[in-house]
């Protein structure tokens, strides 16, 4: 053997072994006309060569045709068992959300007493509950079928959309502090407005996101309408943590005051973890970083709306507070309050000058000279 048919002995045994190592299949099955070519040039260039190969490197250009429809089966059952891995956990978290929507159901059922705190929140777990069982339905009998797109994902988004947004406009109504501390709720057209802004904003953007996106599992959020909508849910979270700042600086009652604490604690974990694990996953590769921020997002809003049907549970102390209105209105109370002190204020210091005292602005009581007759 020469040199030549020696290197290109070499050549074909190394892509003789390229194709038996598995994981190097799928970058080479766009080339495999490519190299079909190449060793028949070589072959026809160097016919004495022919017969000095092995027989396992001559099988490279025998075989080549069969190994699609092999790489292609074993495609086949890495999806299959992804889609499997889905069905299973998608299962798993409809049974979660099944399960707290029996039990707030059942509490509703129980409660004597509903305002619009209880239909908001047991409204918005239902739709949620509701986007999951959609979502598993498609899994389950859609994708595992055919690959034909449908309108089952957008129906699921936006139930999703609208079923948090209700969320969020449930806590701003108990962070104003109706009915709570106040007997009702104040800047109503301002809430209604803003609520209602917020929802179509998402929708929008949700529309923009399902445009630019190339492949579905793609991150949303490090798209220009993913990083606006993180925003506007900082604005939220800002709005909400400035009413709850003011309102239990209006709350006298130590009971209210340790609910509206744990209440405030745990809303803005819910708020702040989409920021923090949308950054922890794009550290992530990309084939975890769609189910990463996937999976959190179920859990933690799962535990929001654990939290939440707790403190509405019939026999809590918490469900009489958020059910029943407050028997004295501390806002007017406290203004009230302030104007009975301005005027007493103002009627001390006359009767003070009346008698010859001034009182010094340092506290000091300076006496007005008398005059002598």
């Known amino acids: 053997m020469d040199k030549r048919d020696f290197k290109t002995s070499k050549i074909l045994s190394i892509i003789n072994e390229t194709i038996s190592d598995s994981t190097e299949i799928p970058p080479l099955l766009s080339n495999v006309s490519t190299i079909n070519s190449t060793v028949s040039a070589i072959i026809s260039s160097s016919p004495s060569s022919a017969s000095t190969f092995p027989a396992s490197t001559m099988m490279v250009t025998t075989n080549t ?44 059922v129980r409660q004597r007493t509903r305002n619009l705190l209880v239909y908001l929140f ?16 498609d899994v389950i009998l859609f994708r595992s079928v055919n690959d034909e797109p449908n309108m ?11 079923a948090l947004a209700l969320f969020i406009l449930f806590v701003l109504i108990i962070a104003k502090g109706w009915p709570i501390t106040r007997s ?38 490090l798209t220009l309408p993913g990083w606006i909508s ?20 209006l709350e006298q009652d130590q009971q209210k005051l340790r609910f509206y604490l ?23 590769s990309i084939e975890w970083k769609y189910n990463f921020i996937s999976v959190f997002s179920l859990l933690v809003n799962f535990l929001a709306y654990a939290v939440m049907a707790h403190f509405l ?33 103002n009627c001390l210091s006359q009767i003070n000058y009346g008698n010859g005292i001034h009182h010094h602005r340092f506290g000091h009581d300076l006496r007005l000279p008398s005059s002598k007759t």
Do not use: C
Not at 78 to 96: P, R, Y
Not at 124 to 129: G, I, K, N, R
Not at 262 to 284: A, D, E, K
């Open 65 to 108: 045709s069969s190994l699609p429809a092999a790489v292609s089966s074993g495609f086949d059952g890495i999806e299959s068992e992804l889609i499997e891995k889905s069905w299973i956990f998608s299962l798993v978290i409809l049974i979660l959300y099944l399960t707290l929507t029996l039990i707030q159901a059942y509490a509703f």
């Open 184 to 221: 009702e709720v104040t800047a109503k057209p301002l809430v209604a407005m803003a609520w209602l802004a917020y929802l179509a904003s998402e929708i929008l953007l949700y529309s923009w996101t399902e445009g630019s996106l190339i492949e579905e599992s793609e991150d949303r959020y």
């Open 262 to 284: 744990h209440f405030g604690v745990g809303i803005m974990v819910w708020f702040v973890y989409l920021p923090i694990i949308v950054f922890v996953g794009s550290q992530t």
């Open 152 to 162: 089952m994902p957008l129906i699921v988004d936006i139930l999703r959309i609208s």
């Open 313 to 345: 549970w019939p026999t809590k102390l918490t469900y009489h507070f958020l059910t029943h209105p407050t028997e004295s209105d501390y806002s007017e109370g406290i203004d009230e309050y302030e104007e009975a002190s301005r005027d007493s204020f």
């Open 122 to 137: 047991t409204i918005s777990l239902e739709m949620y509950t509701l986007a999951l069982f959609l979502n598993s339905l």
């Open 230 to 249: 993180l925003g506007l849910r900082i604005i939220i979270m800002m709005w909400f943590l400035f009413e709850l700042r003011a309102t239990m600086m």
